[in-house]
Structures are given as structure tokens and as C-alpha cells.
């Protein structure tokens, strides 16, 4: 549906009246048909037992509180209907009775005591982490997520998709509409088998952020020092797509996490496919044989849009009094050792990235950055170097 | 009253801007906080227009993500501890003494530097837009590690709150003194009114609170410049005790921000059902349990911090079991109304629009109380459309509220009726048309504190925005309306209101310099 009326209506300039139309009509019938559609109104029960326990006990707590809504407002709006001056209506004078206040203070209690009981229930069941059947890892970064299948022996990072970077940049002229999942895309899903109970484990590189995928029922704050747990069964196939929910820090609107729950033999095989991609990869990528520049500024450039154009530019330039520029820097026209220490382990707000990136990858953008925004530097940073640095 | 006009005539004060820099007089004082707190409303509610306009569609089209996330911080920040906790602290400086019968606050000096301190620390605050690296982003919460990323404006951040955590202690010191000394005689504690009970309550969960934040504040002062790691894994610290730190002053503090509103809203209904209000003692009982469970239910704030079963389920049961000293007031109130005598000025609508939308934001309350949907709220627009219905159609619904029932006491001036019933209803629907559908939004899955989002959230998101900008532009008429008051009108009576009732009320309008300098006897 948004598709659709991205292109109907062009960029960016979507018609008043048009808006004001759609809220009369979804004002007039709050109908469950269109809160399918871009009218959400409700949680979604979701597809694993613990989001549909949440789901049932979202919905009594709701109800319970719709009806006492109704009883007190009705009452109110009786007494202002009916004892109004202007209908004549003359005071009494009763201002105390006991019975009645011990009367409006039980029956709450009862009734939170009613809510309370499969409130505990739903709660204990999601904190079984115990018999899972594999286990996996994710760790916050600023701002991607890593996982690791300790099981398995996969891992990766899971970044923001590219259409949904491009456009989510200030003033990219893009218009949101067209770009499918809108910042709800990566570029590597978390792959799990349907069935099975997945523990997961929740900790993060440097400050709190925290793993949400609402139609699991997971909301788990990934902690710094900590690991948390928590678990889900999927119990339908299908895409799931979730985003961090601790703010943590400039672009914590912009790492998603995308589920994708397969069946088993299928996700066996994506399990295969990854570490043959792995191994291929590392093969690829020897940090101990020597690399041409061309090769090096390749792949330096991947690396930079990828990683440190969010806050340096596309064009170098940084964001003046945020992010310096590198366009004629100090440090990427100055002594090398310098930049790669600056690379592996940060400064303030720019994050180590020893961990992040591999030696190649670091090598790559450091001669990337040295010989391009007009500057000179001119040498060439070999990936044996950064790994012995 | 002739004493009191004969002892003006030797109160030999200086005039000009000296008047209000020296000034020691509760109603100068007054006057002082609640203009600084209706300026920073205005600060705060531009940067809720900017944060509203980056929203209105996907995409970024004004501001980057580091400084939408300064204008929620700010945002946040100005309207807490610049509007709406000085506004308390105006309307207690005008009133409590009136309404004790005193002639004035206890500790006048004290008054005079707490006030003034407000001013610096804003400046301090505020100052941080134009600094290298911009104004703080972290949240209001400033949770570490995050805020220790914060660049030149770290330190200025850190002694704002200080300064303010200083002034709202010594604020609510005075109070306390004021209360428990200067009562005339024959006003015993259970005859107080109920605006002066809430404060009371208030002032303790002030002394109690605010020094927490200033030492939480104090170890982030430390570990970002003397090597200290309290809130660093890395050096043998925890982050999550700085939550645990922090929101044990945080929700006091939202009870600091609320109950005031009560006292205003028990003042106000039976003025104008002209009845007593019903249940005054349950009342107090029940604003004093609200004040004690305060106290021991921080952990809801962050549920998904990862806490012990046991800890979940303790903080739970406390949280919900809030709803019932809460729906004891609600329910008074309604008593109160029942078989009344009611008219619907402007200060009365206020208050049953408060009764109606802050129990909305009740309702919204107990959902998030319950920890395992909670799991699923948290962090969404599901807790922003919950907080700000409990503060602003709550606490700020009752400053206005009040702001109405007092000013032609303050100023002698009655208000323009007309203007005023216009900004309640223009107030009241535009305010539920920004936050009502931010429920909606925050159930669908969208979370808070992020510039930009997915397409699914973008018809709601515009509503909000158009309900924020016509909210925004309303409350100009209250400038407006506040402004003419002032500067004119009919002359109001002594009582003002056909049933009030106080010692207030005895006092001409505007009442002298020194209320009550004979303390009148209280039967």
C-alpha cells in the first residue's frame, strides 16, 4: 500500500486533504481491515508462544481498563450532565464515608490481584531460558549488530540495507516510500530454524542498546560487560523485522534486525553456505600477502561508505564541530602509525574498530582515506602491517 | 487589613529590575518562577515543534540524527526542571503562605537565591547549542555509558543539574519550614488544604530524590574526567547501577511533578461544585501511600534490563498496586461532583480535563506496570504517549488550570472567560489529537527517540505532527490571555469564585504585599 502511494503521489509532497481524508476514514471505522494496513492501531500477537502471551495479557489489561474507563467517565459525565447550576441542581453537603472509600480501595486490589496472576504465570514462562536448542549471540555495536552462532561456529554483522542507508541520509531526496522495508532491512538477516527454542544472548561492544523483534517477544537490553538472556521459538516461517530500542547515540534509528525463521533443512544449508562463504572470504583476504593499491583502494572505498561515511561524509568533509573532516587532515596526510592507531582504537566519539573490521579491511580504508578527498599522503598501507601493529 | 496596608507603606523596596533581583516577598518570587517556567515552556515546546516537524513524514528533511537527539534531551530536560517544577514552586511561593494565613515564606533569602539560580543553570544548559560537538544527546536520562560520549557540553550538563537539584532542595526546604512554623492558629495539619498537603508531600520526595541524582551526576563527573569507573564494565563498574541510581530519583520525581497537580485539582473541583471536597482524609492518606510506593517501584523503568525473576515480579506488584491509592483520588473527586451544584469556567474545565485524560494516562500506567507487555512497550511511542499524558493533559492541565483559578486573585483582574474556554477546548483536542495516536504508533512497534521511521508508521506520525504544531500555536493564546490579565480587566472580587472557600479568598484581590500580617483564626 505505501508502495503504491510513494509513486502515486511523488516525492515527498503528499496532499493535505488527502491525509485529512485518511483520518476520517480511519477515525470513522476503527475496523480491523484497515488496521492491517498503515492505520496500526493494536499489538500484533506475533508467532512465537511468549508474543502471544504477552499479546493476551496486552489485551485483558486493555479491556479490564476500558470497562473501568467507561464506568468512571459515565459517571462523571452523568454528574455534570445532571448537577449543573444551570439545571437548578442546589449542593448537598456530604463529604465523608468510610465504608465507600474501603469499598474503592478493595475492589481494585482484587482487581489487580486478577491481573497479577497470569501476569506472574506468562512472566516465568518467558524467563525459561533452560533446554534450548541452540544458542546464539548478539552484540551491539554503534550501530550494527554482530551474531554469532555459538553452536553452529557462524558469525557476522549485520548492517543497515544500502537503498535504506542511501535514503535515510539528511536530505538524500529519496523518497522513503520507494525503498522497500524502509530502515526495517540488512544486509545479513539473523537466519534461525523454525521449532526450536533459541536462547539468546544480549550484551554490546560500547554502550547499551537493546535486541527488539516484536513478533518474537523479545526485548532484551544488550549491556556492555553484561550478557543477558533470553529465547524464542519461531514457530512460523517467515521475515521478522525488529530495531534496536535503547537509544544509543546518533544513529540508533538505523540498525535494524531482520529474523528470517526457515525450516530446519533449509536453515542447515544456509548454515553450510555461510562458512563455505567464510572460508572463501578469508582465503580472499590474507592479510599476509602483499596488496596492490588499486586493490586496496577498492575495497578502502567499500569499507569507507560502509562504515565511516556516516559521520566523516561521502566527500570527506566531516560535519564541522561533530566529526572532522579528513580532507586534509592531520592525521591522514601525517605519519601513518598515527592514523592506523587512530583506526584500532578510537578517540571520544570515533570507536575502536580492531574488532570490528579486519586487518584488510582496515588496511584498505587507510590508504583509502591517505590518497583520496585531494589528499596526498601516497602510501600504501599493507594489511600485515595493521595485523602486527 | 489597615495594619497590612499601613506596614506596605514602609516596605521600602528598591525598584526597576533591582525589585526583582533583591526581592524577598513570596508573591514577587511568585511571579518570578511561574514567568521563568511559562518561558521555558515556550523554550521546551519549540524544540517538541522541531522534534514534530523532522517527524511529520519519513525521511530526513530538517535536522541530522545528533541534533534531533539534543532537542529530545533538551526538550525533555527544560520542561521538567524549567517548566513544570518551577511552576509548582511559583504557585507554592503565591499560595501556601495566603493560605496557612502567614504574611510570607519562612526562609525570604533563601527564596530569593533559589529562584535565582534557576536562570544560570538554563544558561549553563542552554549554552551547550552552540558548543563544538553539540548539546547533549543522551537522553535526559543520561544513561551510561552513552552520555560519557557527550563532547565540550558533558561538564556543562552535569553542573546544570546540580544547580537545579540545589534550587528545587532549597525550594522545598522553604516550604517545609514554612508549613510546619508559620501556620496560623487554629490550622492544624488536618485542616491544611489539600494544595498544601500535596507540597508538603512533595517537598520531602524532593529532599529525599534530589540529592540521588546529584551523586548519580557526580560519578559521571568522575569516570569521564578522573579515571573513575562506576558506571564502566571495562573498569570493574556496572552500567546498569547508574539506571538503578538514576531512577531511584526519577520516579519520586514523577511524583514530584504530579502530586501538586492533585493539590490543585481538590481546590478547584469543590469551588465549583460547590461542595466540600469528599474524602479529605483518605486524600491525604492516599497522596502520603502514593509518596511511599514511589520510593520502591524504580525498576519498572527498565524491565528490560535484564533483572532476576524474583526482582521483576517485586517491582510488578508494586508498580500496579499504585493504581489504588491513585483511583481513591480519582474516585473522591468524582464524589465530590456527585449531587453538586456545578459550573464550568474555564479553571473547572481544566481540572475535569485533567480527571479525564490523566486517568487515560493512568490506564496507560497500569498496562506498562505489567512486566511482561511491558517487554513489548518499552522504549516505544507506546511510553511517550503514556508520560505525556500524565504530564502534560496532567501536571500541565492543572498549572493552567490553576493559572486560571488564581490570576484574578494575583492580579485583581478577572481573565477573559471567553479566551480562556477556547484555549481549554482547542488545548484538549489538539493535545489528544499529538498524543493519541502515538499509542497506536508505539504498539505498532515504532520506537521512541529515533529521527526518522519506517513507511508503516508514517499516516500516524503526521497526525501527531499536525496535533503537536496546532497544540503549540494554542498556547500563544494563553500567553495572550495571561498578558491581558495582567494589564487589565473587570475587577475581581475578594472570592472571586461564588463557592470558594480558603483563607486566600478572605484577602482582597490582589491581596497586600504581606498577606496575612495578624494571622487570622482558624475555627
Same mark, same amino acid.
Given at each position: ?270 548454515? %553450510? ?87 584488510? %579491511? ?28 | ?6 506596614? @506596605? ?30 518561558? =521555558? ?22 535536522? @541530522? ?58 544558561? !549553563? ?89 546529584? $551523586? ?125 451544584? =456545578? ?21 496507560? /500506567? ?59 477546548? !482547542? ?14 504508533? /508505539?504498539?505498532? $512497534? ?12 508514517? @499516516? ?33 472580587? @475578594?472570592?472571586?469564585?461564588? /463557592? ?24
Amino acid at each position: 500500500m505505501s508502495q503504491a502511494r510513494g509513486q502515486t503521489m511523488g516525492r515527498g509532497t503528499r496532499k493535505f486533504p488527502r491525509s485529512m481524508a485518511q483520518l476520517i476514514t480511519a477515525l470513522l471505522s476503527l475496523c480491523p481491515a484497515i488496521a492491517s494496513a498503515d492505520w496500526a492501531l493494536n499489538m500484533r500477537p506475533g508467532v512465537t508462544p511468549n508474543s502471544q502471551g504477552i499479546y493476551h495479557l496486552h489485551m485483558i489489561v486493555l479491556w479490564i481498563c476500558v470497562v473501568i474507563g467507561v464506568l468512571v467517565f459515565g459517571v462523571m459525565f452523568y454528574s455534570i450532565l445532571h448537577f449543573r447550576k444551570s439545571r437548578g441542581a442546589r449542593a448537598a453537603h456530604f463529604h465523608e464515608n468510610t465504608t465507600v472509600e474501603i469499598v474503592w480501595t478493595l475492589i481494585p486490589f482484587v482487581i489487580l490481584v486478577c491481573v497479577a496472576v497470569p501476569a506472574t504465570r506468562t512472566l516465568i514462562a518467558m524467563e525459561s531460558t533452560g533446554n534450548a536448542d541452540m544458542t546464539i549471540k548478539a552484540t551491539g555495536y554503534q550501530w550494527r549488530w554482530h551474531y554469532d552462532y555459538l553452536d553452529q561456529g557462524v558469525s557476522f554483522f549485520s548492517v543497515l540495507a544500502e537503498k535504506s542507508n542511501e535514503a535515510r541520509q539528511p536530505r538524500s531526496g529519496i523518497d522513503p516510500h520507494t525503498v522497500e522495508n524502509y530502515l526495517l532491512d540488512v544486509d545479513q538477516p539473523l537466519v534461525v530454524p523454525v521449532g526450536k527454542k533459541v536462547r539468546l544472548l544480549t550484551t554490546a561492544n560500547d554502550v547499551i542498546h537493546a535486541w527488539w523483534v516484536p513478533e518474537l517477544g523479545v526485548k532484551r537490553d544488550a549491556i556492555p560487560g553484561f550478557i543477558n538472556e533470553s529465547w524464542f521459538k519461531v514457530e512460523t516461517p517467515g521475515t521478522y523485522r525488529g530495531q534496536c530500542a535503547e537509544l544509543c547515540g546518533k544513529d540508533h534509528g538505523f540498525m535494524p534486525i531482520v529474523v528470517v525463521a526457515k525450516e530446519e533443512g533449509e536453515f542447515n544449508k544456509w548454515v %553450510e553456505d555461510k562458512k563455505a562463504a567464510a572460508l572463501a572470504e578469508a582465503a580472499a583476504n590474507d592479510p599476509n600477502r602483499e596488496w596492490k593499491k588499486e586493490e586496496l583502494m577498492a575495497k578502502g572505498a567499500e569499507v569507507y561508505t560502509k562504515n565511516c561515511a556516516v559521520c566523516h561524509q561521502a566527500d570527506g568533509k566531516g560535519v564541522p564541530g561533530n566529526f572532522p573532516a579528513l580532507a586534509g587532515s592531520e592525521i591522514a596526510n601525517g605519519n601513518v602509525d598515527d592514523h592506523i592507531d587512530r583506526v584500532l582504537f578510537g578517540k571520544n566519539q570515533m570507536p575502536a574498530w580492531k574488532e570490528t573490521l579486519s586487518p584488510v %579491511e582496515i588496511a584498505a580504508v587507510i590508504t583509502y582515506e591517505r590518497n583520496s578527498f585531494g589528499n596526498t599522503a601516497g602510501d600504501v598501507v599493507q594489511p600485515k602491517k595493521v595485523a602486527e601493529y | 487589613m489597615a495594619h497590612a496596608a499601613h506596614h @506596605d507603606d514602609h516596605a521600602h523596596h528598591p525598584t526597576g529590575v533591582m525589585r526583582w533581583i533583591t526581592t524577598t516577598n513570596n508573591k514577587d518570587i511568585g511571579t518570578l518562577y511561574l514567568s521563568f517556567a511559562l518561558l =521555558m515552556f515556550f523554550i521546551g515546546g519549540s524544540m517538541a515543534m522541531i522534534i514534530r516537524a523532522e517527524l511529520f513524514k519519513p525521511g530526513l528533511q530538517f535536522v @541530522d540524527p545528533q541534533f534531533f537527539n539534543s532537542m529530545t534531551t533538551l526538550h525533555a530536560l527544560v520542561m521538567i526542571f524549567g517548566a513544570v517544577m518551577p511552576a509548582f514552586v511559583g504557585l507554592a511561593n503565591w499560595m501556601i503562605p495566603m493560605m496557612i494565613g502567614a504574611p510570607d515564606m519562612a526562609l525570604p533569602r533563601l527564596n530569593n537565591w533559589s529562584f535565582w539560580l534557576l536562570p544560570f543553570a538554563f544558561t !549553563l544548559l542552554l549554552s551547550t547549542l552552540f558548543m563544538p560537538g553539540g548539546a547533549p544527546a543522551g537522553g535526559w536520562t543520561m544513561y551510561a555509558p552513552l552520555v560519557l560520549q557527550t563532547g565540550e557540553a558533558f561538564p556543562f550538563l552535569i553542573f546544570a543539574v546540580h544547580i537545579m537539584g540545589i534550587s528545587s532542595i532549597m525550594g522545598a526546604i522553604n516550604i517545609i519550614a514554612t508549613v510546619f512554623n508559620m501556620r496560623a492558629p487554629g490550622m492544624t495539619f488536618m485542616k491544611l488544604p489539600l494544595f498544601v498537603w500535596t507540597w508538603i508531600i512533595t517537598a520531602f520526595l524532593l529532599i529525599a530524590a534530589m540529592p540521588v541524582l546529584a $551523586g548519580a551526576v557526580t560519578m559521571l563527573l568522575t569516570d569521564k574526567f578522573f579515571g573513575t569507573s562506576f558506571f564502566s564494565a571495562a573498569g570493574g563498574g556496572d552500567p546498569v547501577m547508574f539506571q538503578h541510581i538514576f531512577w531511584f530519583f526519577g520516579h519520586p520525581e514523577v511524583y514530584i511533578m504530579i502530586l501538586p497537580a492533585f493539590g490543585i485539582v481538590s481546590a478547584i473541583v469543590p469551588t465549583f461544585a460547590r461542595k466540600p471536597l469528599f474524602g479529605y482524609a483518605s486524600m491525604v492518606y492516599a497522596t502520603a501511600s502514593i509518596a511511599f510506593l514511589s520510593f520502591i517501584v524504580w525498576a519498572h523503568h527498565m524491565f528490560t534490563v535484564g533483572m532476576p525473576l524474583a526482582g521483576e515480579l517485586f517491582f510488578m506488584y508494586t508498580t500496579v498496586l499504585i493504581a489504588v491509592p491513585t483511583g481513591v483520588k480519582i474516585f473522591n473527586w468524582l464524589a465530590t461532583m456527585w449531587r453538586g451544584s =456545578m459550573t464550568f469556567e474555564t479553571p473547572m474545565l481544566f481540572a475535569l480535563g485533567f480527571i479525564v485524560m490523566f486517568t487515560i494516562g493512568g490506564f496507560s /500506567g497500569l498496562m506498562l506496570g505489567v512486566t511482561p507487555a511491558d517487554f513489548q512497550y518499552q522504549d516505544t511511542y507506546f511510553v511517550v504517549a503514556h508520560f505525556h499524558y500524565v504530564l502534560v493533559t496532567g501536571a500541565v492541565f492543572a498549572i493552567m488550570g490553576a493559572t486560571y483559578f488564581w490570576l484574578p486573585k494575583w492580579t485583581g483582574h478577572m481573565y477573559d472567560e471567553t479566551l480562556g474556554k477556547w484555549h481549554f477546548w !482547542l488545548s484538549t483536542i489538539f493535545v489528544n489529537v499529538l498524543f493519541f495516536p502515538q499509542h497506536f504508533l /508505539g504498539l505498532a $512497534g515504532m520506537p521512541r527517540r529515533i529521527p526518522d521511521y519506517a513507511v508503516q508508521f508514517a @499516516d500516524w506520525n503526521m497526525v501527531s505532527s499536525i496535533g503537536g504544531f496546532c497544540f503549540g500555536a494554542t498556547q500563544l493564546l494563553f500567553l495572550y490571555v495571561i498578558v491581558k490579565c495582567v494589564r487589565g480587566g473587570a475587577k475581581a472580587s @475578594d472570592r472571586v469564585w461564588e /463557592g470558594a472557600e480558603g483563607l486566600e479568598w478572605i484577602l482582597p484581590s490582589p491581596p497586600p504585599y504581606h498577606s496575612f500580617v495578624n494571622p487570622p483564626l482558624v475555627k
